[in-house]
């Protein structure tokens, strides 16, 4: 028994000066601005991490590629980096520039307002599936469960895979799932 308590002893003393280590740590760094000056607000978490050396997640494809700028201005307006960056796998079906010229005129800039956060963050989510399938593998599919918590449809049209009446254009392996580059962009359907 006087074992036991004397390893707590040892783990609680050691927590306890690893906490205050790291609150001497913080409180000695200081932020040099001078009064008036306004700050950049810094983007913080794993989405702004670099890696040299693994594969590109899906948002650093996206990023990457310039077919996809207007998806990477939705993400980044949804504030939904962090979450692509994830370990998942994540099976993100990417619209191009070209899909999103497509909708009515004023749709996107309607959705990229802030008040609208909300709605692009769903449309976004719903091109995001739990998985890493090949384009070949999706045919087996009816539907897939998407990251908004609904559905959507696959046909399989003269063998190819239709996502939600979309066309896969190419397929790109990414360090964290697959990125499939979509010609439509999905709506979800409503929930009127």
Same mark, same amino acid.
């Given at each position: 028994?006087?074992?036991? *308590?004397? +390893?707590?002893?040892?783990?609680?003393?050691?927590?306890?000066?690893?906490?205050? *280590?790291?609150?001497?740590? &913080?409180?000695?760094?200081?932020?040099?601005?001078?009064?008036?000056?306004?700050?950049? @607000?810094? *983007?913080?978490?794993?989405?702004?991490?670099?890696?040299?050396?693994?594969? %590109?997640?899906? #948002?650093? +494809?996206?990023?990457?590629?310039?077919?996809?700028?207007?998806?990477?201005?939705?993400?980044?307006?949804?504030?939904?980096?962090?979450?692509?960056?994830?370990?998942?796998?994540?099976?993100? !079906?990417?619209?191009?520039?070209?899909?999103?010229?497509?909708?009515?005129?004023?749709?996107? &800039?309607? #959705?990229?307002?802030?008040? $609208? =956060?909300?709605?692009?963050? $769903?449309?976004?989510?719903?091109?995001? @599936?739990?998985?890493?399938?090949? =384009? &070949? !593998?999706? @045919?087996?599919?009816? *539907?897939?469960?998407?990251?908004?918590?609904?559905?959507?449809?696959? &046909?399989?049209?003269?063998?190819?895979?239709?996502?939600?009446?979309? =066309? /896969?254009?190419?397929? /790109?392996?990414?360090?964290?799932? /697959?990125?499939?580059?979509?010609?439509?962009?999905?709506?979800? %359907?409503?929930?009127?």
């Amino acid at each position: 028994m006087k074992a036991n *308590k004397g +390893i707590i002893w040892f783990v609680l003393g050691f927590l306890l000066m690893f906490s205050c *280590k790291n609150a001497n740590n &913080e409180s000695s760094t200081t932020n040099d601005v001078s009064v008036g000056e306004n700050p950049q @607000t810094e *983007k913080t978490g794993q989405a702004y991490v670099t890696d040299d050396e693994g594969k %590109p997640s899906v #948002l650093a +494809i996206a990023i990457g590629s310039q077919d996809h700028t207007t998806l990477v201005a939705a993400v980044q307006a949804a504030e939904l980096e962090n979450a692509l960056v994830n370990a998942g796998p994540l099976m993100v !079906f990417a619209p191009t520039n070209e899909a999103f010229a497509a909708l009515p005129e004023g749709t996107v &800039e309607n #959705l990229l307002k802030p008040e $609208n =956060k909300e709605a692009l963050a $769903n449309i976004l989510k719903y091109h995001v @599936t739990p998985g890493n399938y090949s =384009k &070949e !593998f999706l @045919t087996k599919f009816k *539907k897939l469960g998407q990251a908004n918590n609904q559905y959507v449809a696959v &046909e399989v049209v003269e063998g190819e895979p239709m996502i939600g009446g979309a =066309k /896969i254009l190419a397929s /790109i392996p990414a360090g964290n799932g /697959i990125v499939h580059v979509i010609d439509k962009v999905l709506l979800p %359907p409503s929930n009127e």
